[in-house]
């Protein structure tokens, strides 16, 4: 180490070009700014089957990226609003960038009578009714029949539905956004809401893109802030807001070099490295400040000599968290984010112990007053936190243990009721036109989210249909699931106006003949591929509760699994199958990436401090921690989303080095000859002021988070602050007590 | 309704017209004289291939056989693919219009307000199936007119149900048979395109080739004729209801 710090004073000038070098390089890089990818479902492994599917569904169908736009009226079922309707059918219709459109206007109605039959729009172009007679035959037929009622119009007709599908292979949010533009500038008298995922999409790109303007410079402040408060001088401001400015500028020029988008969960890495990556040039500062009667250049050689391997230690049980992501994660952009907070730290880690010695050995000393304030300052500390804590330690340490047990109860307590939530309406806060509309449309209309079952063989055979239509009904007896679709009601429909009844013709020629009838037809190309081998039934599911998703997938696999049909192979997809995917993926990531995290902070710690019991201690505040959290999460209400899975291995992470800092200061105490309370109290008067310090402006920096526009990075802001005031508060109360206890049974032993 | 005619009228009639110039006429006369050119013959009868093209360049073919006689009856039966084989249309006067499905081995009515929807998967509807003389659905004016060709404003008249406002046509000035038609929205927007190519089959002129390209879904239909033959003496039978079923 000695010699890592000689070259680094010695080639100072060489470290300061170099940095501002790649520094400038990054900034290049960065110029265009970043491209956001809020879709989930690109997310997804290519091994998920469900999103597999969903993807061919996609290819095969024209589309699986649905938009809905729902049309709300006093009566919609009036003259005015039905050729408003019709209007943005039309220019949808034939815009490039739909596949498919179906709403009042052009829904497929099929009747036959002594008028003969027809195949034709309910309602016809150029024909829109008019009269109260037209209007009134409309309403009849619409809530006549269980494709249209609830589906395409609400049940208090205050609400209609069109629906599109955005033709596969175009960029889905900018032509969702180029839609919603178009059919907004023909400023229509109805009240208007657009739904769907590709919406959801580019609503959390907004937010995203929002919380980055704002969240960023609101760290930063606060960084500043707490940073004068515990320092009072440029340096320890100014230097460790370098290092994690610079640190962010590196990672994020590597992500976009790399191809990587900046996604909802990686757009706070910034703020999580300004909080994390300045905690590292505060030590050397810190140190160097302590060193610099030596002489300025020597001093900060030995500085960095002494601070190296705490810093060392520190960072890698932070990497060692967040690269935890890696192995546990199901969703790419955990594993993404894993992967470059990780390196972001590391860049953190690089600048603290290079570029920071190199400029602390040109700047001056520290100014008495800065001594003064900070003495003052950390008196401050000491004398309201510190001491009555030795005085409770020394005298009450039974007070200590109840807390913590009471506290562990109650974690325990709530732990249980912990529960999961993937769905992205959630992510938007109440109130946001996003969240608005994805309700509305969901009381009223049948919900948002697509569900698909597939079926693969000759779809104009009669076993084919008729395992269609089994499964159909089937599908009609979840009550979240509206009114499901397939070619098979329309052959039914068909063979019933040719006189036959409502049945699948068990003559596959009259069901290529009806079919002949329907080819042509808009609808058809949703429900059927071009070459005739597949088919799908299309319906919607309307409930966000994630319960209701996983028992609904559980039981449509199960009857799938129990009805295997010998004429087609049947697949289940839809979104409700997605989120149930990552719904469980969510339990698999948090406890892979956490028994991953602990086992190797153990390991690290034990082989830094050279031994297993150091390391097992070390984890026992952090343990604490996690379970108090998930307590909290339970007993709050706050769920386990694809932001709060990342908070027990980030807490992890982050929280240990507290952990590591006390263990070293007393170890080290111990064998400068100090024991038991003396010893204790060394420790926190000089390691314990650093742990409260650091402990505060971490989670101050986190709790930036809590302004987001999105609820899930509130809810992690909230809970790595809480699991830093949890951990830092652990380390100087339980482990002493535990290192007390360890140190007296030993002596009892020899 | 004018797409229809064209479009249709061009494979099954042809009409030997002198030729003669066409600058001293009113848009009226132009439009008899098409009706003429395309109604020519008693009866017609032909082989036609249909083949639809999706804005991907994928293709299908069907075929059928078609009689018509004079400008009122037509019976359009399909021959492949074997699945639609013996699927037949029957077209009268006062716009009734049958269905045989031999599955099923039953006519049936169609009603009358699907004249505008789509004709088995083709870019034609159950409208431009009918034969109806031009003069009789459209009010004409004409656009332009030189040496070579003339182009007429077509109108539907007054209680004629269209999905389209106009048309354009454009016709061979010298012997009055249509070589493009031009299919406009309501809002007046352009939606579809057909180009006709004519040739002459003894004293008749006969579409041989028509091409309808949807210009909103880039969908097109492509209808060839073949082994046409006029004036075979069909009679009226020939275009009966029991007919359509046999």
């Known amino acids: ?750 | 309704m004018k797409k229809i005619a064209f479009s249709l009228m061009g494979f099954f009639f042809f009409v030997w017209v002198w030729p003669q110039r066409a600058y001293t006429q009113n848009a009226e006369e132009i439009l008899r004289k098409v009706d003429q050119v395309l109604y020519a013959s008693k009866d017609e009868q032909s082989h036609l291939k249909i083949i639809l093209t999706d804005k991907n360049g994928r293709q299908s073919e069907r075929q059928a056989v078609i009689k018509q006689k004079g400008n009122t009856m037509r019976l359009f039966r399909f021959t492949a693919p074997a699945a639609d084989a013996g699927i037949s249309f029957l077209s009268l006067p006062k716009n009734v219009m049958y269905l045989y499905l031999p599955a099923f081995g039953r006519e049936r009515r169609i009603a009358s307000h699907v004249r505008n929807q789509k004709f088995a998967g083709t870019d034609f509807s159950y409208d431009d199936m009918e034969a109806k003389l031009l003069e009789v659905k459209y009010d004409p004016v004409i656009l332009k007119q030189d040496e070579n060709k003339i182009i007429l404003k077509l109108i539907p008249k007054p209680g004629v149900q269209s999905e389209y406002s106009k048309t354009e046509l454009t016709l061979d000035a010298h012997y009055f048979y249509p070589v493009s038609v031009d299919y406009f929205d309501r809002t007046g927007r352009k939606i579809k395109h057909t180009d006709y190519i004519f040739k002459k089959i003894g004293n008749y002129w006969n579409a041989f080739k028509i091409t309808m390209k949807d210009l909103r879904t880039g969908h097109q239909t492509q209808l060839v004729s073949t082994d046409v033959k006029y004036d075979q003496g069909l009679s009226d039978s020939d275009f009966s209801v029991r007919a359509l079923t046999r």
């Open chain 1, 1 to 750: 180490m000695k010699q890592f710090a000689d070259h680094i004073i010695r080639f100072r000038w060489l470290v300061i070009a170099l940095v501002s070098l790649l520094s400038l390089g990054a900034v290049y890089v960065l110029k265009d700014g970043m491209s956001i990818n809020s879709d989930v479902s690109t997310s997804l492994p290519d091994s998920d089957q469900a999103a597999r599917l969903l993807k061919d569904i996609g290819d095969e169908f024209g589309g699986n990226t649905m938009g809905l736009v729902g049309v709300e009226a006093k009566n919609v079922l009036k003259p005015g609003v039905i050729r408003d309707i019709a209007r943005i059918t039309d220019s949808l219709k034939y815009d490039t960038l739909v596949s498919s459109v179906v709403s009042l206007t052009n829904i497929i109605h099929i009747q036959g009578g002594d008028f003969g039959i027809s195949i034709d729009p309910l309602v016809k172009p150029g024909q829109l009714p008019e009269t109260k007679a037209e209007l009134d035959s409309l309403t009849k037929i619409v809530f006549g029949n269980d494709m249209y009622k609830g589906v395409i119009v609400s049940n208090d007709t205050t609400m209609a539905l069109i629906m599109f599908t955005i033709r596969a292979g175009v960029d889905e949010s900018k032509a969702a956004k180029l839609l919603r533009n178009k059919i907004e500038g023909m400023h229509l008298d109805e009240r208007l809401y657009f739904a769907g995922s590709p919406y959801l999409v580019i609503g959390i790109s907004d937010l995203i893109a929002h919380d980055l303007k704002r969240l960023i410079p609101i760290s930063l402040l606060v960084i500043l802030l707490v940073l004068w408060l515990s320092f009072r001088s440029f340096k320890g401001v100014f230097l460790p807001v370098l290092t994690a400015g610079m640190a962010i500028l590196w990672t994020l020029a590597s992500m976009k070099m790399l191809g990587f988008e900046l996604t909802m969960i990686s757009d706070n890495i910034p703020i999580i490295l300004l909080a994390v990556g300045s905690a590292y040039t505060i030590h050397v500062v810190n140190r160097v400040g302590i060193m610099i009667a030596a002489g300025r250049k020597k001093a900060v050689a030995e500085a960095v000599k002494l601070v190296a391997v705490p810093v060392l230690m520190a960072a890698l049980t932070t990497i060692v968290g967040f690269l935890s992501f890696v192995l546990g994660a199901y969703l790419k952009m955990i594993r993404d984010f894993g992967i470059f907070t990780a390196l972001g730290v590391m860049f953190s880690l690089i600048l603290s112990l290079t570029l920071i010695p190199a400029i602390l050995s040109f700047v001056g000393n520290k100014s008495a007053k800065a001594n003064r304030e900070k003495k003052a300052k950390t008196n401050f500390i000491r004398g309201k936190l510190l001491q009555p804590l030795f005085y409770v330690l020394k005298e009450r340490p039974k007070l200590i243990v109840t807390i913590w047990i009471i506290l562990l109860l109650f974690g325990i307590g709530g732990s249980f009721r912990v529960h999961r939530n993937v769905n992205m309406v959630d992510y938007f806060k109440k109130g946001n036109p996003t969240r608005v509309a994805e309700k509305k449309l969901r009381d009223k209309l049948g919900g948002t989210e697509v569900v698909y079952v597939e079926f693969t063989g000759n779809v104009q055979s009669p076993g084919f249909l008729k395992t269609m239509k089994k499964t159909e009904t089937y599908l009609k007896t979840f009550p979240y699931i509206s009114q499901p679709q397939s070619v098979a009601d329309l052959i039914e429909q068909m063979n019933e106006v040719m006189g036959e009844g409502k049945k699948i013709p068990s003559n596959a020629k009259k069901i290529q003949q009806l079919w002949f009838l329907l080819d042509g037809q808009d609808i058809m190309k949703q429900l059927v591929n071009s070459d005739l081998t597949k088919a799908v039934i299309d319906a919607r599911f309307s409930s966000g509760n994630s319960d209701d998703m996983h028992a609904f997938v559980n039981a449509m696999n199960s009857y799938l699994k129990n009805h295997k049909s010998n004429c087609c192979k049947v697949e289940f997809s839809g979104m409700p199958s997605v989120y149930s995917h990552m719904d469980t993926s969510l339990l698999y990531s948090q406890f892979s990436s956490l028994l991953l995290a602990l086992v190797l902070v153990i390991f690290i710690v034990a082989l830094l401090l050279r031994s297993f019991k150091s390391g097992l201690m070390a984890i026992v505040p952090i343990v604490a921690t996690l379970v108090v959290l998930f307590g909290v999460m339970g007993l709050v209400g706050i769920p386990l989303d694809v932001a709060t899975v990342l908070v027990a291995s980030t807490s992890l992470g982050i929280g240990i080095d507290y952990s590591v800092h006390v263990l070293n200061h007393l170890k080290q105490v111990q064998q400068a000859g100090k024991s038991g309370d003396e010893a204790v109290a060394d420790m926190l008067q000089i390691t314990g002021k650093a742990v409260v310090i650091n402990m505060v402006s971490v989670a101050a920096g986190f709790l930036v988070l809590m302004l987001s526009d999105m609820v899930p990075l509130i809810h992690f802001g909230l809970l790595v602050a809480l699991s830093m005031l949890c951990s830092g508060m652990g380390a100087i109360t339980l482990l002493p007590l535990i290192w007390k206890k360890s140190i007296q049974t030993k002596n009892i032993k020899s």
